[in-house]
């Protein structure tokens, strides 16, 4: 059974940065997509960030392109998505998933991915 522990999330100012980490366990797929997500109360969950569990091919909601990047500790079977210039429309509650593509392509759509973690809130304030 694939299990997804997010952890990192804080409240901090306008301009800061945080760390978001995702420790995936369970997962039997020789091949699969992490994914970040976002959800605020009352909207869909938004895509964040997706990359090839190889680390290739990270694909980016524009939103998000250029502030925030995905990493990973293989040894660690540990996934991060670092977040910098955080504004208050980041705040949300974050989850991680994992799931699938097309090839090493890993898309930003919720319905491609079947396993979830719990999520962490991040809360950014002016």
């Known amino acids: 059974q694939v299990r997804l522990v997010e952890s990192g999330g804080a409240s901090v100012q306008a301009g800061e940065s945080l760390r978001l980490s995702c420790a995936v366990s369970?997962?039997?797929?020789?091949?699969?997509?992490l994914g970040w997500f976002r959800r605020v109360p009352g909207k869909l969950h938004e895509g964040v960030a997706a990359?090839?569990?190889?680390?290739?091919?990270?694909n980016y909601a524009d939103s998000v392109k250029g502030r925030f990047t995905v990493s990973q500790d293989n040894a660690k079977n540990t996934w991060y998505l670092d977040m910098n210039k955080l504004t208050p429309e980041d705040t949300a509650m974050y989850y991680c998933?994992?799931?699938w593509g097309s090839g090493s392509r890993c898309y930003l759509t919720r319905g491609n991915y079947p396993s979830w973690g719990q999520g962490t809130q991040v809360s950014v304030s002016d």
């Open positions: 998933a994992t799931g």
């Open positions: 369970g997962v039997t797929r020789s091949s699969f997509c």
């Open positions: 990359v090839y569990h190889t680390g290739e091919d990270p």
